[in-house]
């Protein structure tokens, strides 16, 4: 039998084994996974994106018929 892949937690660095039974992968618990998405939330993490096209598809957030907040 192998031995499982162990990979190290993204908020604590913690090693994990990737495992079924590990509910929060990648994180080692609830709570790690709780400080990420706070951390998403608050705008702390940022996919990279192409400021023009940001630019470009924020009118349309704003145009008749458009979304709205």
């Known amino acids: 039998m192998s031995k499982p892949l162990t990979v190290t937690c993204p ?5 994990l084994e990737w495992t079924p039974a590990n509910h929060f992968r990648p994180f080692c618990s609830e709570r790690c996974k ?5 951390a998403w939330a ?3 993490h ?5 400021p023009q096209l940001d ?4 009118d349309e957030l704003h145009a008749p018929g458009g979304l709205r907040h």
């Open 11 to 15: 908020t604590c660095s913690a090693p």
């Open 34 to 38: 709780l400080i990420d998405l706070g």
């Open 46 to 50: 940022a996919i990279p994106g192409d």
């Open 55 to 58: 630019a470009a598809f924020s």
């Open 42 to 44: 608050a705008e702390e």
